[in-house]
């Protein structure tokens, strides 16, 4: 059972925005830390954002001040807005769960995955 549908992304050029969208289901959205990971070609996938089951949202420094993680509780859907886009943010971004612990951010030791969803930023 697919619990996290991604949509969204796409490609853009440098200083432009996009958003990400991750419908989840309602047992995963009010029970679990949920984030966006990316990982770009030859490298490592990295976590970006994360929100736990009370709002509270943490970021890499890499997007801080210019990615907004957010939740619209009526439609059980994770939120990635991106501003400022830099071509080194070019990646396949992924929508996540934290199972490892309810409600708040864990160690992600055991986590759903969205499908992924390509982001390519052109300079």
């Known amino acids: 059972q697919v619990q996290l549908v991604q949509s969204g992304g796409g490609s853009v050029q440098a200083g432009g925005s996009l958003r990400l969208s991750c419908a989840a289901s309602?047992?995963?959205?009010?029970?679990?830390?949920m984030g966006w990971f990316r990982q770009a070609p030859g490298k490592e996938r990295e976590k970006i954002a994360a929100?736990?089951?009370?709002?509270?949202?943490s970021y890499a420094d890499s997007v801080k001040g210019r990615f907004t993680i957010s939740k619209e509780n009526a439609k059980n859907t994770l939120y990635l807005q991106m501003n400022s886009l830099k071509p080194e943010d070019t990646a396949m971004y992924y929508c996540?769960?934290?199972?490892?612990?309810?409600?708040?951010?864990?160690?992600?030791?055991?986590?759903?995955w969205g499908q992924g969803t390509q982001v390519t930023v052109s300079s």
């Open positions: 309602r047992f995963i959205y009010i029970n679990y830390c």
């Open positions: 996540a769960a934290d199972r490892s612990m309810a409600y708040v951010c864990g160690s992600w030791s055991q986590t759903d």
């Open positions: 929100i736990d089951a009370y709002g509270s949202a």
